[in-house]
């Protein structure tokens, strides 16, 4: 089972920036689906930006596209989520699991447990 932990998360300014990483271990990642999600206080877990591995297809939520990329190195087993232009809507723990489809990756069935994820604090 692939097993994956999420750093990167800190405190910044309303239009700063932070880069997020997943590394995955366990097994080297080819045909999965992985993609990041958050989870603001108060609110449901939802769904930011998934990649295709093996295509690098992307897609991401609407509310940040544009401000956020997501991106993966092969040899590193790792994914990233650069952020930009960051708001104070942003801020949640935000975590990475991986699925075989987009679709499943939307709606959180995945394979993988939650971990603790990383805080992301964007103050105004």
């Known amino acids: 089972q692939l097993q994956l932990v999420e750093s990167g998360g800190g405190l910044v300014q309303a239009g700063g920036s932070l880069t997020l990483s997943c590394v995955a271990s366990?097994?080297?990642?080819?045909?999965?689906?992985l993609g990041w999600f958050r989870q603001a206080p108060g609110k449901e877990r939802e769904f930011v930006a998934g990649?295709?591995?093996?295509?690098?297809?992307?897609i991401y939520t609407d509310s940040i596209k544009g401000r956020f990329t997501i991106s993966k190195d092969n040899a590193k087993n790792t994914m990233y989520l650069q952020m930009n232009s960051l708001l104070p809507e942003d801020t949640a723990v935000y975590h990475c699991?991986?699925?075989?489809?987009?679709?499943?990756?939307?709606?959180?069935?995945?394979?993988?447990?939650w971990g603790q994820g990383t805080q992301v604090t964007v103050s105004s």
């Open positions: 990649i295709v591995w093996g295509s690098g297809a992307t």
């Open positions: 699991n991986v699925g075989n489809t987009i679709a499943n990756l939307r709606g959180q069935r995945v394979f993988s447990s």
């Open positions: 366990g097994r080297t990642v080819r045909t999965d689906v």
